[in-house]
């Protein structure tokens, strides 16, 4: 079956400019999750996605938000880009959402900002 | 591929040896615990995961083991291969509800032929 497919693979943007990255689960998962992944700051948490709701957030400005559609389908967003911004940026799904449920990564988009 | 991080640790096995990659946490809460390995231009994917209400763990060549009162796991890797070359993340979950980990800063495989 298809796994985690997201797109773009690659973005460039300009410092106060938006972004929209979008992920598309497999067939079937419920949860969707995104990451930030800097080499920096490693992977981080962003926000969690189950039947279209926000259940967990991670320590992110407001500037990051997120929606679930009724297909499981999810977008994150990016306000006002900063040069901090530019990272690979992954999600992952599950089929239920919870914790020990195997979560299946995408290859990530990768945004620069300049 | 992408960068994963420039200036992570890297663990150099001879072809064939056994691997030891040990992670520390953070949360003396968490009782949920994953390993990820991330090749060269993939998104992480799950090896083995281990509860705290647990030691050890064995699945096909890799083991974990948990140390809760240092906070500390290890992943071991039997027989290491070139396919083994990675990066290997722990994660950390202390919510028992839900996909948020927390991620470790990461180990880098290199296996040698």
């Known amino acids: 079956k298809a796994g985690v497919t997201q797109t773009p693979r690659y973005l460039i943007k300009t410092r106060g400019q938006q972004v929209t990255l979008s992920c598309s689960p497999i067939s079937g998962h419920r949860s969707v999750s995104w990451y930030q992944q800097t080499p920096g700051q490693g992977l981080q948490f962003l926000f969690e996605y189950f039947s279209e709701t926000q259940r967990n957030k991670g320590n992110f400005p407001g500037r990051f938000s997120g929606r679930q559609f009724s297909n499981s389908r999810s977008e994150m967003n990016v306000s006002t880009l900063e040069l901090g911004d530019s990272a690979l940026y992954l999600c992952?799904?599950?089929?239920?959402?919870?914790?020990?449920?195997?979560?299946?990564f995408g290859q990530g988009t990768r945004l620069t900002v300049v | 591929g992408e960068s994963v991080g420039l200036h992570l640790p890297t663990l150099s096995v001879q072809e064939g040896d056994n691997s030891i990659i040990n992670c520390a946490y953070s949360n003396s809460a968490s009782d949920y615990f994953i390993w990820y390995k991330q090749e060269s231009g993939k998104g992480p994917q799950f090896i083995i995961d281990?509860?705290?209400?647990?030691d050890k763990r064995q699945g096909q060549r890799v083991t974990v083991l948990l140390n809760k009162t240092v906070k500390h796991l290890s992943l071991q890797i039997a027989a290491t291969q070139p396919g083994d070359s990675a990066v290997y993340f722990c994660a950390e979950n202390w919510d028992n509800y839900g996909q948020n980990f927390v991620f470790g800063p990461g180990t880098r495989l290199s296996v040698l032929p």
């Open positions: 992952a799904s599950s089929l239920a959402g919870s914790r020990n449920t195997e979560a299946f």
């Open positions: 281990i509860r705290s209400n647990m």
